[in-house]
């Protein structure tokens, strides 16, 4: 098949396949990566570099889509090739057949994916011939601004904002976590074939590399996993030592279980739990290739309720649901699912597991919470909300994990920091016993 018709085709599943991806994430709020992998399941047709460009397109669509349903309604056509348009920074290949397909005739912007959301919205009310451009406010949902606040060395709020508008318009890096001490091992492989290798000079044994990482276990034999910066801190700020006693309490698929094990040398107790079986299926056979199966004790529970050994645990990792604000850059479907009550409802659920797992925690043992979000609702005011009802409990100062000053008990990283994911994330240390 010719080059040109196999864009064409490309051009056209992607077209066909926006309504049905819509009604997914949009209507029914399912994340885009599960709803794209159960759809290329469906239309096993497609090959490798079909399901690469759709995906590259789709993700494009998603996070302009606050730009181009308002600019183009109704013309999808029109509204991917202008999404592709924004996030390029070079000639795009769907680019001739899209134009082919539109409702209007394409104006012929440039790739505009190396300047900032406030040029590419004056170049767009140019091209585009527009009244006024569009607003970068336009980019996320209306009730935002009102759920989060200016932190660190932000002191205006609508600034504070265009940033994390800016940040969420970006896609980051992938970053890699190893094992301990192996970084500039892997970082020697990796640099072979992605130019430029990230590191970050706090988190040493973080790599991060742009666009998909491919490495095979004959590359490089040994345990990595990929977890963006933010979440590698979270570990850090735990500083477990080797032979504690520690509970994961939301584990998840065991990203920062297995983080915390690699610190404590594999040596110690750590709990593992979360509601869900499949993530903790997943945990299993992530310790199994990490051998970390002596340390890590992975089980079902439900932490709103369950029953908690007082006084038991060394320490208590908190990662809790929450709105995943901080991760629209990763995600950029998320901000069109997440509705502005999802945020009272993900603060009530967070006290709720801070109040039942909190008795966990031995004297002088510490209690550590973490939410990748940015909302007031979710950090600030929740552990206002639980020291003010938990007297046993103080703020336990810690130095900031991306190396700058000391945090009295809270920290903020910003999308913008790594780049990656934003995060929350508070330490308090159980003072005394309960009365």
Request: glycine fraction near 6%; include cysteine; charged fraction near 20%.
């Amino acid at each position: 098949m010719r080059e040109a018709d196999v864009l064409a085709s490309q051009a056209r599943a992607l077209v066909n396949s926006i309504p049905i991806l819509k009604a997914e994430v949009i209507d029914r709020r399912r994340p885009l990566d599960k709803t794209l992998h159960k759809f290329f399941r469906k239309h096993h047709h497609y090959g490798s570099r079909d399901r690469r460009v759709l995906a590259d397109a789709v993700f494009s669509y998603f996070r302009w889509l606050g730009w181009t349903r308002a600019l183009f309604p109704g013309d999808v056509p029109m509204q991917c090739l202008l999404s592709l348009s924004l996030d390029s920074s070079g000639a795009y290949p769907l680019t001739t057949p899209l134009s082919s397909m539109t409702r209007s005739p394409a104006p012929g912007i440039p790739p505009l994916g190396s300047v900032s959301v406030s040029e590419k919205s004056a170049a767009l009310k140019e091209y585009l011939r527009l009244p006024s451009p569009p607003q970068p406010s336009e980019l996320v949902p209306g009730w935002l601004p009102d759920e989060i606040i200016p932190h660190d060395d932000v002191v205006s709020a609508d600034k504070y904002f265009l940033r994390l508008v800016e940040a969420f318009q970006h896609r980051p890096p992938v970053w890699i976590r190893c094992q301990h001490s192996r970084a500039d091992e892997l970082a020697s492989i990796l640099q072979k074939k992605y130019s430029p290798l990230l590191r970050h000079s706090s988190l040493p044994d973080a790599l991060g590399v742009k666009g998909p990482l491919h490495l095979s276990a004959q590359e490089y034999a040994h345990p990595w996993e990929i977890q963006d910066l933010a979440s590698q801190a979270v570990a850090l700020v735990c500083a477990p030592l080797p032979g504690e006693n520690w509970w994961d309490v939301c584990a998840g698929a065991g990203g920062k279980a297995l983080h915390l094990a690699d610190i404590m040398h594999s040596r110690g107790h750590i709990t593992a739990t979360d509601i869900r079986t499949s993530a903790l299926e997943h945990l299993v056979r992530r310790t199994r290739r990490w051998g970390m199966e002596t340390i890590i004790h992975p089980h079902r529970a439900d932490a709103t309720s369950c029953t908690v050994p007082r006084n038991f645990y060394d320490g208590v990792l908190l990662d809790a649901p929450c709105s995943s604000i901080g991760t629209w850059s990763r995600n950029p479907d998320a901000r069109w699912r997440t509705q502005g009550s999802d945020i009272v409802h993900y603060a009530s659920l967070q006290l709720q597991l801070l109040n039942n797992v909190a008795a966990a925690v031995r004297p002088g043992g510490r209690l550590i919470y973490a939410v990748c979000t940015l909302t007031y609702r979710e950090t600030d005011e929740v552990i206002n909300r639980f020291l003010l009802t938990h007297p046993e409990f103080e703020a336990f100062p810690f130095n900031h994990p991306l190396g700058k000053a000391s945090t009295s008990h809270l920290c903020w990283i910003n999308p913008w920091e790594g780049p990656g994911d934003g995060m929350f994330i508070a330490r308090l240390r159980r003072c005394r016993a309960i009365p």
